[in-house]
């Protein structure tokens, strides 16, 4: 029989039963004291064709029930992302006996163990089987590198502050493999690697990548270690030019001169170079994981889209991990994370990876303009979305969503809190420069809020009052208004562009920025004319919500095959988009969906539309200013 709720009913009911989960939940909550003892954990990662990481851990117990947690609130990733499901052949033993284990029924994550009477030492087997393929998740083995993060490899006891367990690692790599890591080494047996003893927040903040292939070069200003270690698939990729790494050099100079401080002891860069090994760009307190294009290095002026990827996490390294925060510092890795100020940890982030482009030279002042108007024209009009979701609720997607594919993504929004942000500090900086009659800027912010306790890197947190309250000390306004205006959908959040002396546009010409964006996703971008964007084959792989293509009747995941009579090509629609602009006849689309072939029309004659940004004239050009090497 069947017994139907009302929505609120059924609302109060799920509520309801998560809460008495949450009750009958058995996992000690951390406390603030110290682990009696030391966990040690030994990782053999030689298995590179099965792609298996086997764990085993030795910790110190005592007589009762234990509860050890895998971690699943993963800090970079904002959501609960732990990756428990992969973990496989888990083993409790104790004086050379086997004990039972229990999965706590309403939290996956912690597993409950029983330790007999006269037990003072527990071993602990298991076998994470990281992916084979895309399907299963991001690939971490290859033949030729691999990325060992240690959240996925440690079981570690609840009922205790992470950073008050002290943990001894080690790896065992592939025979001959080159290794980097913040985690510093305490000695080494053939391929084998002991790691210093650290808190366990502060190990699972410092994860290995090793390789067969690898080069490290120095981008160290001053006394303070700065290393950018490079592996990747062939050899041939590690070729970099000295004009290259100086502008990885100047990376580090102008950070300095944004922040006037650092937190940190030493910092490693890990780039892959590779098409084999997942992506991934992860930060970290003294490190940061990136991945890039084989021909990174070898074809730089080719590659140039995705150089932002290392400013942006160099950022987090004060953005993020020294500041962080109120409601994302969480005691472990099991208590979950709020989100509600990503819109500066990851907007502010978005803001300065672009920033920090332009300064080091890694972007070149045109460059950084044509990517700013690729951001510009996605909130003037390529977020419908916003009109019924405000930014501020995108910080939720992390949980919601964890970056699963989108069906329309302009319309139904997803962690726009980095680009959306990145205007709302955009315009931030144009205000303080107004207000201030040039003399202020965003750096002096910067400077202010990341920018004391010089090689520290001890959390120190902040809320939406110390922002407001830092903004007032640069320049006095009602901050916290203009900011709520914004994340709150008051207010566009394309005002920065036109305050800095710019304007967007639309022409007929693609962007370098544009190409170099086709060039990687193999596709043709219309989503300001037709309003979607086409793979090489006639895929369609995103439709602008309410465009001429979506009134159509055009949705994801339909195949384009004829435009006009004619067979697709990337350069068949553009021509089709161009002739419409002079005549009165639709555009004809032959498209298959499923097993089905049908003629659309789309009735535009606009042309093609690509955004740039223009000057505006007797206006103060800020943008310049805000972009200029320091």
């Excluded at 699972?204 to 698939?233: C, I, W």
């Excluded at 590779?274 to 992506?279: A, L, N, S």
């Excluded at 090509?569 to 009165?584: E, F, N």
Aim: proline share 5%.
């Amino acid at each position: 029989m069947k017994i139907a709720f009302s929505p609120v009913a059924l609302a109060v009911l799920c509520a309801l039963a998560g809460t008495a989960q949450a009750q009958q939940s058995s996992t000690p909550a951390p406390q603030d004291i110290p682990y009696p003892g030391t966990l040690r954990v030994d990782v053999d990662a030689t298995d590179l064709g099965r792609r298996i990481f086997k764990v085993r851990e030795t910790l110190p117990v005592k007589a009762g029930e234990l509860t050890l947690l895998y971690p699943e609130w993963i800090p970079g990733n904002h959501s609960p992302t732990g990756q428990v499901a992969k973990v496989a052949g888990l083993k409790f033993t104790a004086n050379g006996q086997k004990l039972a284990w229990t999965r706590d029924q309403y939290d996956v994550f912690a597993y409950k163990v029983n330790i007999p009477e006269g037990v003072s030492e527990l071993q602990v087997e298991f076998d994470y089987l990281s992916p084979l393929n895309r399907d299963q998740g991001r690939v971490v083995m290859t033949p030729a590198m691999l990325n060992l993060q240690w959240n996925l490899t440690v079981l570690y006891p609840a009922g205790y502050y992470s950073r008050q367990i002290p943990v001894q690692a080690s790896v065992k790599l592939p025979a001959g493999w080159s290794y980097a890591t913040a985690a510093e080494t305490a000695s080494k047996a053939g391929d084998t690697v002991q790691f210093k003893t650290l808190p366990w927040n502060v190990l699972q903040d410092s994860p290995l990548f090793a390789g067969k292939y690898y080069k490290q070069f120095d981008l160290s200003q001053g006394e303070t270690p700065v290393k950018l270690n490079v592996f990747a698939d062939a050899p041939k990729s590690l070729e970099a030019k000295p004009e290259q790494i100086a502008k990885h050099k100047a990376l580090v100079e102008q950070a300095y001169k944004l922040y006037g401080a650092h937190h940190y002891d030493h910092y490693d860069f890990l780039l892959a170079l590779t098409t084999q090994m997942g992506g991934i760009g992860l930060e970290h307190h003294r490190s940061s994981e990136n991945s890039g294009s084989p021909d990174y290095f070898t074809k730089w002026d080719e590659t140039w889209g995705g150089r932002d990827l290392l400013p942006h996490e160099f950022n987090h390294s004060w953005n993020g991990k020294f500041r962080r925060g109120v409601d994302l510092t969480t005691p472990n890795f099991n208590v979950p994370m709020g989100d509600s100020l990503l819109w500066v940890y990851e907007g502010q982030t978005q803001f300065y990876g672009y920033v920090l482009a332009a300064r080091s030279g890694l972007w070149s002042k045109e460059q950084t303009m044509d990517a700013l108007a690729g951001v510009a024209a996605t909130y003037a009009r390529g977020r419908p979305g916003l009109d019924w979701r405000p930014l501020q609720d995108t910080t939720n997607d992390p949980t919601i969503n964890m970056r699963r594919p989108l069906a329309y993504r302009s319309y139904q929004l997803s962690e726009d809190y980095y680009s959306g942000g990145q205007m709302v500090w955009l315009e931030a900086d144009a205000k303080l420069r107004e207000l201030s009659r040039g003399k202020k800027s965003i750096d002096d912010f910067a400077k202010a809020f990341f920018g004391m306790d010089n090689g520290s890197y001890q959390v120190k947190t902040y809320d939406f009052d110390e922002v407001v309250s830092t903004l007032n000390g640069v320049a006095a306004y009602d901050w916290a208004t203009f900011l709520r205006d914004r994340l709150d959908g008051r207010k566009p959040l394309t005002g920065g562009i036109e305050a800095s002396g710019w304007k967007l546009v639309f022409g007929d010409k693609p962007s370098a920025a544009i190409k170099a964006a086709e060039g990687r996703s193999k596709s043709t971008n219309l989503t300001y004319s037709l309003g979607l964007s086409v793979g090489s084959d006639g895929g369609v792989g995103d439709v602008l919500w309410d465009s001429p293509a979506f009134q159509a009747g055009i949705a994801p995941g339909m195949t384009i095959v004829a435009v006009n009579g004619q067979a697709y090509s990337g350069d068949a629609i553009k021509d089709a988009v161009t002739a419409a602009k002079t005549g009165k006849a639709p555009i004809e689309l032959l498209v298959k969906n499923f097993d089905r072939y049908d003629t659309y029309k789309l009735d535009y004659h606009g042309g093609l539309q690509y955004p740039s940004l223009e000057r505006v004239a007797g206006t103060t050009d800020t943008l310049s200013k805000l972009l200029e090497a320091r």
